[in-house]
T-cell receptor, first 114, second 114 residues
């Protein structure tokens, strides 16, 4: 079984709709992240959470919100989807050693906003 | 402005030859660098990393070189194999800075021809 799972894998929605992307992990990591990938721009950080009570905005948080329901679950919501939120979304977790950090990614959710 | 840039969006190499993927950065506070590999329909997977106290790190066929004065790093794959065909992202972080968030480059698509 995959260590980091994302649901749904693909989603088509209409402008103005509220949608939620979900992420679950079995790695036991405290840190979780949401990124979006756009062609030529790499991965950009939307939100991150260092533990259940800690939520932080990333580089491009406008139009998004998150919920850390448990150590293993981190959800991303688009309150009112717009076409420029069409992208590939990745959830990631990390094992912070105090010095170095490696992030482990889920398989991604491809979102199309019409 | 992107702090981490991969100026070559694609690279084509013959099987058995060396693949060299380049990455430049502008933030002199970055002190930890990583390479991720991404296959279609999968999330990025960690490949190799290097701390700024080193100028080279090797793992099997993969070697990362860091030139701090030039703010440049490169990934060498020798010998290249068709299974190495993927998109490669370089990423950087500010070490012990709060968050240790990764800043990603835009990616380079490597195609290894049999």
């Amino acid at each position: 079984d995959a260590d980091v799972t994302q649901t749904p894998r693909n989603r088509i929605t209409k402008t103005g709709k509220r949608i939620m992307l979900e992420c679950s992990q079995t790695k036991g990591h405290d840190r979780m992240y949401w990124y979006r990938q756009d062609p030529g721009l790499g991965l950009r950080l939307i939100y991150y959470s260092f533990d259940v009570k800690d939520i932080n905005k990333g580089e491009i948080s406008d139009g998004y919100s998150v919920s850390r329901q448990a150590q293993a679950k981190f959800s991303l919501s688009l309150e009112s989807a717009i076409p420029n939120q069409t992208a590939l979304y990745f959830c990631a977790t990390s094992d912070w050693t105090g010095v170095l950090e490696t992030q482990y990614f889920g398989p991604g959710t491809r979102l199309l906003v019409l | 402005d992107q702090q981490v840039k991969q100026n070559s969006p694609s690279l084509s190499v013959q099987e058995g030859r060396i693949s060299i993927l380049n990455c430049d950065y502008t933030n002199s506070m970055f002190d930890y660098f990583l390479w991720y590999k991404k296959y279609p329909a999968e999330g990025p997977t960690f490949l190799i990393s290097i701390s700024s106290i080193k100028d080279k790190n090797e793992d099997g066929r993969f070697t990362v070189f860091l030139n701090k004065s030039a703010k440049h790093l490169s990934l060498h794959i020798v010998p290249s194999q068709p299974g190495d065909s993927a998109v490669y992202f370089c990423a950087a972080s500010e070490g012990n800075n709060a968050g240790n968030m990764l800043t990603f480059g835009g990616g380079t698509r490597l195609m290894v021809k049999p």
